[in-house]
């Protein structure tokens, strides 16, 4: 025992004559680097990454990157950046398209963080090198037609560049125009910001009024930006890496990590704007008002609760700050720490063993996987679009230049996922014509390719959030990120949420704000209906009558303003106008006229109800094609057709046929269950087993009808 105590003695003398060699700032930084692994050891209580607090909350503050705690971006935000990229092509200087000759420059904006982790303009040498625009130019995937341009600056935090008269901008533009490009060229930028020394400028303000002020600032900058660069479409902001390590007041924890809600908050009020008020001054679409900023989403999430892993496995450790031109303040990132190079802070020369990645690399390079993968960006920041489009949460790796485009014409499309569909269990060519329809080279086609080919005609939807930490308020249930509303007709508002992802609602006036209300909170997305029972718009003799259907449809005016609301942050997915068009026994003995049927969609678009809401019917894709009118030209949206076992189908012959129906008619085709009359005899319902299988076949199974 004497002989171990002994040696424990020796050991921190060694320790302490060691330290004493160093400088008043490496003994500084030293010390941060034990109390700052993580906030537990730092604050006494642990942060929870955004991305995986689920649905616990951060004082009283639900987390997620978007709405309903979710990661990935409602469908509804995505269309909008679908549309919005469509604007991001090469220009000349005066900004017009200039396919030969014309450039797409994506511009950084923000704080010294910033500028050292996209280029390193005018910070310590080798910076640069180790940078995000360094990265992707020498990556061999970054397009000849967009140019990386660092417009960060040291200093120049969030509180000053809010204002459009302070100097920085002046900076931003002269980044853009000395190295020979026009600002007209400026298409889209990253942002990453910070309010210096919160506690001493603001000094009492904590949380949440804290980031509250910082998404005011950013609302400002983004402004800004629209400003000074008209031509900008798309703006990516990010919040901060880890701060714990940090020796200063700069922007320490819990600032750093609550700066994820200012993004989260700004992207929401985007979203969440109405016409009246032009998206809360964000308006971004011209289709919508006066354009006063780009379209807002999330860069890379680069927060992590220092050495404690991330979901993902990211974390940030003292070498990640360790060497820099900051006199190891802790706060800003480094650069690497190779066999020549080493860290200014631990005084250690090297790394004999080779090198350790710093904080500028780190950053960097989540930024290159970032722009190359994100669904709106990464068209025009590849140079071979579509080949790299892959989203890095795939289930499995495929092969280099896998896209789901079987037939080669350029498009991923419904035309794709039925010849993978006809040609199951074959051993690689599809069944029809000359084409691969092994799509992951496992020298067989199954319902994997198909897989694939839907990875590509809905947005990717992120893994399941983990449970949060038991210091977090826990949810009782996990949460589920779902691309597709899954779940029963007209559930009682106990069973919303978990397992449940969206069903059928048949509102009322008087209950529907709750009912909806209800619904967001659960994460669920569903489809509406406003009307009512068929007897609420049928003639006397039991006809559809369209006057009566637009006269129920009346009566939710009052309540248009409230019910978009749940449009926009995608709670609602759809409007049923009615159901069963083309059963004779519904309106006594024909089918509900197609030009009625487009009368109830037109009427459902118009300006005094819901023109971005989705308008369908219950009923078969199939029904719908075969009509004698224009759907390609229409504002018929979906159709929702259930599968019964009565009807003799095979899975494959059903998801074939209404595929191709919807796609000549250019609408969206959703399959469900008729799980009370669906069985194998016309109104038998259907047995688990004949669930289980019909729901696995068709991957994702909208709504478990009636």
């Known amino acids: 025992m004497l002989r171990k105590t002994a040696s424990l003695i020796a050991g921190f003398w060694l320790v302490v004559s060691a330290v004493l060699w160093l400088s008043q700032a490496q003994i500084a930084w030293a010390a941060s680097c034990v109390s700052g692994v993580n906030t537990q ?131 931003a533009k002269n980044r853009v125009t000395t190295q020979g490009y026009s600002l007209n060229q400026v298409q889209a930028v990253w942002v990453k910001e910070a309010v210096k020394q919160p506690a001493a400028q603001f000094p009492g303000e904590t949380f949440p009024a804290s980031a509250q002020r910082l998404e005011g600032y950013y609302e400002s900058i983004a402004r800004n930006i629209k400003t000074y660069f008209p031509n900008t479409q798309t703006a990516y902001y990010s919040s901060r890496i880890y701060g714990g390590y940090t020796v200063t007041d700069l922007n320490p924890e819990p600032y750093a990590y609550e700066s994820g809600f200012s993004v989260k908050w700004l992207i929401e009020k985007q979203m969440n704007g109405t016409v009246a008020n032009n998206y809360n001054n964000l308006n971004w679409d011209v289709n919508r008002g006066a354009v006063v900023a780009p379209w807002i989403a999330w860069g890379p999430y680069l927060w992590a609760d220092g050495l404690n892993p991330r979901s993902d496995g990211l974390k940030w450790d003292c070498n990640d700050v360790a060497n820099n031109a900051h006199s190891c303040d802790g706060t800003h990132p480094s650069r690497n720490i190779d066999a020549t190079t080493g860290s200014t802070c631990s005084g250690t020369s090297a790394d004999p063993t080779g090198q350790i990645e710093g904080g500028i690399h780190k950053v960097g390079r989540i930024l290159v996987d970032f722009f190359k993968t994100d669904t709106v960006s990464c068209s025009w920041f590849l140079g071979s679009p579509g080949q790299n489009c892959l989203n890095p949460a795939s289930p499995s790796p495929l092969p280099s230049g896998v896209t789901g485009d079987v037939d080669g014409n350029g498009q991923v499309e419904n035309a794709d996922l039925i010849l993978v569909l006809n040609s199951l269990e074959s051993s690689g060519l599809c069944m029809t014509g000359d084409y691969n329809c092994d799509l992951n080279a496992d020298q067989k086609v199954n319902m994997i390719d198909a897989a694939v080919v839907i990875s590509h005609l809905i947005p990717p939807v992120a893994s399941p959030s983990s449970f949060p930490s038991p210091s977090i308020e826990p949810s009782p249930t996990p949460t589920t990120d779902a691309a597709l509303p899954l779940g029963p007709f007209n559930p009682p508002q106990v069973e919303y949420g978990y397992p449940f992802t969206g069903g059928f609602l048949d509102l009322k006036i008087s209950t529907a704000l709750a009912t909806l209300a209800s619904a967001k909170a659960s994460n669920m997305h569903v489809f509406v209906h406003f009307t009512g029972g068929r007897s609420n718009f049928q003639t006397s003799t039991g006809a559809f009558d369209l006057t009566k259907w637009k006269a129920q449809l009346d009566n939710w005016k009052s309540l248009v303003p409230q019910i978009q609301a749940y449009v926009d942050d995608g709670t609602i997915t759809g409007h049923m106008m009615l159901d069963e068009p083309q059963d004779p026994n519904n309106w006594d003995g024909n089918t509900v006229p197609c030009s009625d049927i487009l009368g109830a969609a037109d009427y459902s678009h118009s300006a005094a109800f819901w023109p971005n809401m989705p308008a369908g019917a219950g009923t078969h894709a199939t029904w719908i094609a075969d009509q004698s009118c224009d759907w390609l030209s229409s504002k018929f949206d979906f159709t929702l057709t259930p599968y019964t076992y009565a009807r003799g189908q095979t899975y494959q012959d059903f998801l074939s046929a209404n595929l191709d129906a919807a796609s000549r008619g250019g609408f969206t085709f959703y399959a469900s269950l008729n799980v009370l009359d669906g069985g194998t005899t016309k109104g038998v319902e259907m047995t688990q087993q004949q669930i289980q299988d019909a729901g696995g076949y068709f991957l994702c199974p909208v709504v478990n009808y009636k």
């Open 41 to 171: 050891t730092l604050l006494g209580k642990t942060l929870v990454p955004l991305t995986d607090l689920g649905l616990g909350l951060y004082q009283g503050y639900p987390g997620g990157l978007y709405p309903n705690s979710q990661n990935t971006r409602p469908g509804n935000w995505e269309t909008a950046g679908q549309q919005i990229k469509a604007n991001i092509y090469p220009r000349d200087a005066n900004g017009n398209r200039d396919d030969v000759n014309g450039k797409i420059v994506l511009l950084t904006i923000g704080m010294s963080n910033a500028t050292m982790e996209s280029y390193g303009w005018q910070m310590a040498s080798g910076e640069p090198l180790e940078s995000f625009k360094t990265q992707a130019e020498q990556s061999g995937l970054l397009s000849a037609k967009v140019v990386i341009i660092d417009g960060a600056d040291a200093g120049e935090t969030a509180e000053l560049i809010a204002n459009p008269a302070y100097t920085y901008w002046d900076t």
